[in-house]
């Protein structure tokens, strides 16, 4: 038996929630679909809820209420538990860096807004308006306000991203190490590496300077930034990286299409993550579930996105990520 608590109850409900899940097949359908109109009737046919299809380039509206309604439906499966919260932190800073670029720009930013951290946006958006963020112990109140006094003196929204990038993680990694369950601490750092590796990739192409890669450098993996330093002065950067653990995503790392490396990172976390498929009581299924309803998502969002824009079908089939069911 696993030294985790066990969760019989949370992983049954998360089990009948994955027979709602799209399947790569579907997917595909959408893909060869003859319009984008036509993919989304099979979308809102596959219980997405439904959208006039003269309405069809507003499909945002359905995958943001999937998620939330993934997201809340969650919420409370695993009582005074912070393991699920993990997946959920990049939801708040991704909400309070909408809130800060709206209370710069003075724009109604609401649409970009995610029901889905693990603070209330009623609650968060009540802090930005007293500037009071003490209720939030888990987030990183000090990297909220840095964001803000960078941006003050440089107006440069750069740093804004770049600084809650770097505690959006910090907190990832922290809560994740204290949970002591070993695959979402595994994924942490994983998700960490892939996102400094393609971090590295494109400012490397594009010539840019290694200062450039060090400021948008997360925590919580384990390559160090030292190890992207010295790949950085080599002619074949994977000399350096091959044999880190990601030799499928780095042996091409500066030959490969930008598309398919993007995919090949993404389904390189997909095949970490679809091992909680095959766990019964411990609560890495509802962490599979969280992340495979993402992907999903994803998916919809680049069918749809290409099909308005009239790209080819086997282009659309290439760019489709691996599906957790």
Known sequence: MSKHKIYPFAVAVVRSKENNLVTKDKLMQMAEAPTAQDALRILTESGYGSLPADEVHDFEKLLSAQLSDAYRSLAGLIPDDKLVDVFLYKNDYHNIKVLIKQSISGANAEAYLIDGGTVPLDRLKAAFEERKFTDFPDLDVKAI?????????????????????????STMSAVAKRSKNDYVIGYVERLADITNIKTFVRIKRRGKTFKIFEDAFVPGGLIPSDDFEEAYERENPEDVLVGKGYDQICRNLMKEDLTQFEKNCDDFIMSYVKDARYKSLTPEPIVGYIIGKETEVKCIRIIMTCKLNDIDVETIKERVRESYV
């Open 145 to 169: 306000e840095d964001a803000m006094e960078t941006y003050a003196k440089t107006k440069d929204g750069r740093y804004i991203d770049l600084i809650l990038d770097r505690a959006c993680f």
